[in-house]
DNA sequence: TCCTTTATTGAACGATGTTCAATTAAACGC
DNA sequence: GCGTTTAATTGAACATCGTTCAATAAAGGA
């Protein structure tokens, strides 16, 4: 087993994230055990402990980085995007996400499904979360009126987005394979864009 | 304890599904455990097992009773909004959607996050599924040129509503309270609609 | 070399899902 | 009414889980 002092705490933290990571990449979220994590660090239990107050506290720091991976991720589909109209660089942001969800089902579920124990949310998290939300406002400001509309907007088509994903990952849409999923993702925005279009010329 | 044949066996399957659901409601997600299930029937552990074949086969169960409940739920909205313009059905289903999720929190989440250990979901649950999208077709089909178009629209704003309610409930969308939810709704459906109605006119 | 310090261990606890031999009560034959 | 069969019900057992903490063992200073 592991000698004393081989590694500093702050390595034991990351080979704890790391870890959980290959775990729940391999094992899926059940597989993901403090026992398991340890043993994969070449430690035990107890020392997991020392590094982490809990496998809640654990996990909220796996899921910081997920978020982080995905908004790597979005932002490089936008960037492979640049200069293109808005409604075909929302559905490339929307087919990411939709990847990113297929590809690493687990580590994506666990930022969703799973519940603190703590009632609120880390300050840190929520930064997180509303820096993704940027990503698509960025997008979207230009067709709306003000921030605060794109603000909405934002919000309405990430949660669109997000719940497509989550019934298509779970297989509960109805429709088969990834190529109607890009169907659906189309008519959202499509018919989205074309509605804040009018809300303009309306208004 | 109970005596033997005091219920039949189809009464003990109501009495487990009916003490999940009550210990859903009070203790949430967490709380749910055989033992309790079966102590709050009355028996142990080994009698629940002779109704179901393991935890996941009531689960699945108490998912399909969840299921037409907001099947009556929202089939009682529609009832309500009867010859009101689509948009505003539209949004009231929403709205009771939302608030189901809100009422019944671990039923709702149950439904959703729980993976089922046998990779396919029996077809029964599949066709309550799809129950409820029919009666968001209803609504769409006038304003669709075909019946595939109205599946198709169905399926998006469905998951779009859901993706909304998950991060509401979740506090995850960045807003304050029902009402803000209820401008997410707005803005989804109307500018979901005109993008239809505008679709109908230029192609 | 001994001693202090502390990193690390692993046994322990209560809870989980699941199984199955043992028990016990009802039902039936006489 | 009694003995036997039948099956409903039990609860102990097993492996695993998250979590704690006294015991241990190794590094560094004297």
Redesign the pocket.
Known sequence: ???????SREE?HDMALEAAEAILEEEGLDG?????VAARM??????L??VFR???ALILEVNGRTLAELHRVLAASLAASEGEPAGARLKALALAYHDFARRHPARWALMYEHRMSQAALPAWFNLAVHELFALLEDILRPLCGDASAAALAARTLWGSVHGICVLAVTDKLDVAGPLQVEQVFASLIDNFLIGLAADGKGV
């Open positions: 087993m592991a000698r004393r002092s081989e590694h034991l993901l055990s403090t026992r398991k070449g430690y035990t239990v107890g020392t402990y020392l809990n496998l809640d």
